[in-house]
């Protein structure tokens, strides 16, 4: 790699069109990676794309009248002092976080290249040009902003604000949700089991941490291996298999941890009450973001809550 202060001009240009020739290409794919589920912002950053192409023909016009028409190809990772970028392709589902956050730091480092491009130039015109990008590209976020209050009415961002709802409860509520009734429900069982019958707090926290760490693993590679998401929009399998083990695994050692209390009858006690407190939340989460309605989801809860519970104290106690 090679230091910046050791760039001529010529290779400074040639660094700059290359930098707005990334950029512009990330911006479009920004584009393309929003436009199914976020068309207004898709069309945001079509417009920082078409700014950016703009910037790019600058340079060219002003390289060609000073060095000809041979561009050396100079890149970003060329050159020492760049961050490093992850990319974008890799970056899949785009999410609007995300895609704002890095158009955000590549507008703060083009601009901080062009200043300090102008600030080594000697040639009048080339400063000129590199001054004026700087300008441009620190007004490129309220111009950004302006894209958006163009493109991006009342409507479209409630829209989006309901896209993103839905891709967040497809992607995350859904799986973690699932492995959360999953561990707290289907855990019951085997732990209060082994409770009441060997009334001993270590014995019963071993069969509830083995159940929970078994179902955490059966569940995540149970939902990684469901769907691709390439149809459903689920999302990356793995991420949803991963999601959906975490939860249940949690599920299973929230009323598990209250048997490493040496009194039995005290750790049962604290175990029944993180039991409730658990189905409480799944209710919660049930009516927050499935639109289940509150009583329905606590009916439904409390009754496959208790009836695995009744199941678990029934057969240790036999």
Known sequence: ?????????????????????????????????????????????????????????????????????????????????????????????????????????????????????????????????????????????????????????????LDEERASRRIFVLQIVQPGLAGLMDGSVSTLAPVFAAAFATRNSWDAFLVGLAASVGAGISMGFAEALSDDGSLTGRGHPWVRGLVCGAMTAVGGIGHTLPFLIPNFHLALIVAVIVVLAELAVITWIRHRYMDTPIVSAAMQVALGGALVFATGVLIGSS
């Open 1 to 157: 790699m090679k230091k910046f202060d050791e760039l001529t001009e010529r290779e400074i240009l040639a660094l700059a069109i290359s930098l707005e020739e990334e950029d512009e290409r990330v911006y479009a794919d920004f584009g393309e990676g929003l436009k199914e589920n976020f068309p207004g912002s898709a069309a945001v950053f079509e417009g920082m794309r078409q700014e950016e192409s703009e910037h790019r023909r600058r340079l060219i016009e002003l390289y060609r009248q000073k060095f000809g028409d041979h561009i050396p190809l100079i890149r970003r990772q060329d050159v020492r002092g760049f961050v490093e970028r992850k990319p974008v392709w890799l970056v899949r589902p785009l999410g609007l976080d995300t895609v704002h956050k890095t158009a955000s730091a590549m507008e703060v480092e083009t601009r901080r290249f062009y200043e300090k491009a102008a600030a080594r130039a000697q040639d009048a015109g080339i400063r000129q040009l590199l001054d004026d990008l700087a300008q441009e590209e620190r007004s490129h976020e309220y111009r950004a902003q302006e894209l958006r209050e163009e493109e991006l009415g009342p409507q479209v961002q």
